[in-house]
Nanobody
Framework: QVQLVESGGGLVQPGGSLRLSCAAS????????MGWYRQAPGKQRELVAG???????NYADSVKGRFTISRDNAKNTHYLQMNSLKPEDTAVYYC?????????WGQGTQVTVSS
């Protein structure tokens, strides 16, 4: 089993920045993919960004150029740096990890962008 714990959410004004962290523990050997998803009220959960063990990344079109995903393999932690935040980025953000055929989720952290 893999446990994921997110941190770093909160309230920020439009144009501001936040950095989310996701720390993995447990059976972390073999995690090949880590990502961030978000779910706004009344909407489906959507992929925000992902990163594979080799370092390749992918982003939702809506966040390209504003968000950056990174990982620290030594710490089993990945991050989502969010800049130029917009009200439409408001959502619960979930971190995600894949190992073998299993997928794991964190508990979610609220990000609210509002003036």
């Amino acid at each position: 089993q893999v446990q994921l714990v997110e941190s770093g959410g909160g309230l920020v004004q439009p144009g501001g920045s936040l950095r989310l962290s996701c720390a993995a523990s447990g059976s972390t050997f073999g995690i090949y993919y880590m990502g961030w998803y978000r779910q706004a009220p009344g909407k489906q959960r959507e992929l925000v960004a992902g990163i594979i063990s080799g370092g390749s990344t992918n982003y939702a079109d809506s966040v390209k150029g504003r968000f950056t995903i990174s990982r620290d393999n030594a710490k089993n932690t990945h991050y989502l740096q969010m800049n130029s935040l917009k009200p439409e980025d408001t959502a619960v953000y979930y971190c995600n990890a894949a190992r073998g055929s299993s997928t794991y989720w964190g508990q979610g952290t609220q990000v609210t962008v509002s003036s």
